[in-house]
């Protein structure tokens, strides 16, 4: 959330360097004016002052024929949202501009939005993402019409065009199992568990070939308007990119179709949604993580390239703990000495899950946790031999609820506990 | 750099007005070496027409001409100023 209002409102015309400097000579004119009783100094130096005031005249014109002449579009993806969550806005300002004018529009999100509209020349269309923090209708706050000269600069703040409402719901409160008459402090907000709970991420109008069933009467009959339920499987947060660096150099086709892949995807997800974060891997080693970034480059250092990287630390087909604790609660079957090889099976399973270090789930699992998302897109060229990182990261997301998406080559097989394969 | 030619055009253009001596001279100087420098000469007469006027003062008053521009100018710096003003709360919808 920003202060606009120190900032902007203020609103008075600034000299450019070339009025200040008008200025400057102006005033060395009056002084050898008056140090040399010469006219012709006064004469130049009160000239160069009338100047600047009439330049500044015609600014003012300028400025407030442009400020008449500004009309607003403004897109929404979604007015009814839930609190947290990111809307895409997408703006465009039309101004008539004055000769010898330069302008710029920006947009001014709702005061209870975290996030910065870009600014933007008339005529063309700006698209950002705001999230939204407080719940109840919002709009927005108008936009900024920049404008310059030569000799003055000013910026104006346009409250009209505040159009659309936006209505954000408040995030779920989770209670922390304190029992009934737990008090307020013991109540915590837990927004991905809230969402998942109730599976609705927010409300948008209906578009032609949506889905009926998503049509949400309520809403739709509060509004006078059909609208649709946004699942929160089917548009979340901000994803993870997990990324297997190869071990080794191999088909370059393939490798250049893989770095295209990851790249795209996360150029993707970083200009269409809020960030995203991102796991890089080789073998059974986290070469980098990213939580929630916004920032390309920063995103694309992190990849490193996606030069094949040797693993340092092989996990030598070691299942991780969340498979052995899973193994350990299968139920008994079978009978007789079946029955108790099992049980002590159970028990030696449940210990090593106890007990193992196993740093490199616990690194995924603290990336996971960190990372907030509700999909993660695993990104591996799947080379034959030891896959049981991928495993055990794919575990780890099974653990938290998450959907896991393997993005690999035809024909390199597949993982088990994945919810989908995507041919790279 | 541009900028930098065109200021460095009008300081020489300046000491050529004050290098003239005579007022008419000086005045006709001006509105040339003005003109060069701005380029685009929309509303340029009324401008003209002021400084036209103002050398009448200073013509007919001498060098006291310059404390009534000086009070001039305050009104109208307090003028444009009040401009802007009104412009931002219209803009703001205060008004």
Redesign the interface.
Known sequence: MRGYEPLW?????RPT??SE??AA?ALA??V???LL???????????????L??R???F?QD??AA?ASLTVAREVDRTILRQGTAATVRVRADVAVP??MAVRVRDLPPAVAAGDAPLSLPGKAAAYTVRLMAPGETAFC?VV?SASDRFFA?S?????FDAPQIRVFPAGVVENGSGTGGAGSDTEVDRRAALAGQGIRGFRPYQMGDDLSRIDWKVTARHDAYYVREPAGLEGGSPLIAVDLPARAGDPETNARFSMAVSGAVEGAINAREGCSLLVVAGGEVVGFLPRTQDIREAFSALGGLAPLEPRAPLYRAPGPAVLAARARVPLRGTGQEAVYRERLGVLLAAFAKESPAPFAAAVRTALGRAEAVEVRLYSLLPPGDRSHLCQIVHEAKVRGMRVVLKAPAGAGALPGIDAVEVL | MAFDRRFLLLSLGEVLVVAAGNLAIALVLQAIVLAAFLGDLRGYPVFAVGAAAFAAVLYAAGMIALLGLAAALGCGYAALTLHDHRLALRAGGRA
Do not use: D, K, Y
């Not at chain 1, 409102?9 to 015309?13: E, K, L, R, V």
């Not at chain 1, 009783?37 to 100047?51: D, K, V, Y």
């Not at chain 1, 104006?156 to 009209?160: A, I």
């Open positions: 409102s203020a609103g008075m015309i360097r070339t400097g008008i000579l004119l009056t050898t004016a008056l009783a010469n006219p012709a100094a006064a004469l130049a130096a009160g000239s160069l002052a009338l100047f005031l009439w500044g005249w015609q003012e400025l407030a400020a000769a010898g108008g019409l000013a104006l703040v346009c409250r009209r």
